[in-house]
């Protein structure tokens, strides 16, 4: 099963060159156990994701956790099996630890349709081939952002990484504040950001609530922290925080994008 670089040329470079601007390879790398990766197109969000992989120590596993925005097939959907194209070649995905991860959580299911048109994990893969060449991939795509599904999700991918060697990086994509002023979405942003720096997953998913900050990946968000969490997480930091405006001129309805790095 191979799943299509869909938007490559359109949401992203296709070329190389166009690709490599946006990582920054003397910037000192940790070894990451998680980051939050901004998903829009690379003109808007590109230098903010490129701030993220620049930190990340290469890894031979990436767990991708990103949004299903279009709510196809499954709540919570692990891709099984086969391989991502990417400009830059193909990513194989590891079938052992996506079968893992399917095992060991209660919502979790194989499946490739929320996968098949939906732009939040490709966006991230040119990186992962860029930075990790050889690395392999598990991509899942959830819209049950429910406290509960987001904690088992989490705790589900730390136990199933834990039985493996190597390193392993789990990418939670999302971007933040959607079509609102970048003042307001800057003080919304804020307040989420806040939560993330504080690996409190329970406290983002309720502040999202509370104050209807429309960051579409919250849930992702959430798991990934968990998991970090559970995997020994102490720290975490802001690498940097944009909007959709500096790059249209436009400030009275941007979208945010934040990367951060965890560790």
Not at 72 to 84: F, H, I, K, M, T
Not at 134 to 145: L, Q, R
Not at 196 to 214: F, K, M, N, R, W
Request: aromatic share 8%.
């Amino acid at each position: 099963m191979i799943r299509p670089a869909l938007y490559a040329g359109t949401w992203y470079p296709s070329i190389r060159k166009e690709i490599e601007k946006y990582v920054a390879s003397a910037a000192k790398k940790l070894e990451v156990i998680a980051a939050v990766c901004p998903h829009a197109g690379w003109i808007y969000s590109g230098m903010t994701a490129g701030k993220v992989f620049s930190r990340i120590e290469p890894a031979s596993l990436y767990v991708l956790i990103g949004p299903n925005h279009r709510s196809a097939g499954a709540p919570v959907s692990v891709y099984p099996e086969g391989s991502w194209q990417t400009p830059l070649g193909p990513l194989e995905v590891d079938e052992d630890i996506a079968a893992s991860i399917i095992a060991g959580s209660s919502y979790a299911e194989a499946g490739a349709l929320a996968h098949e048109a939906e732009h939040s994990l490709e966006v991230q893969m040119p990186f992962i081939k860029l930075t990790s060449p050889s690395a392999k991939i598990v991509p899942i795509s959830m819209y049950d952002y429910s406290l509960e599904t987001c904690r088992d999700l989490g705790i589900a991918i730390s136990k199933a990484v834990s039985l493996r060697t190597g390193s392993t990086v789990i990418i939670a994509s999302s971007d933040m504040s959607h079509y609102v002023p970048a003042e307001t979405a800057r003080q919304a942003d804020t307040a989420a950001i806040e939560k993330i720096l504080a690996l409190d997953p329970g406290g983002l998913l309720s502040v999202v609530e509370q104050q209807g900050i429309t960051m579409c990946g919250s849930g992702p968000v959430a798991a990934a922290l968990w998991a970090a969490k559970d995997m020994g997480a102490t720290g975490a930091e802001l690498v940097g925080y944009t909007n959709s405006g500096e790059a249209t001129g436009d400030d009275s309805e941007v979208v945010g994008y934040a990367g951060l790095i965890i560790y």
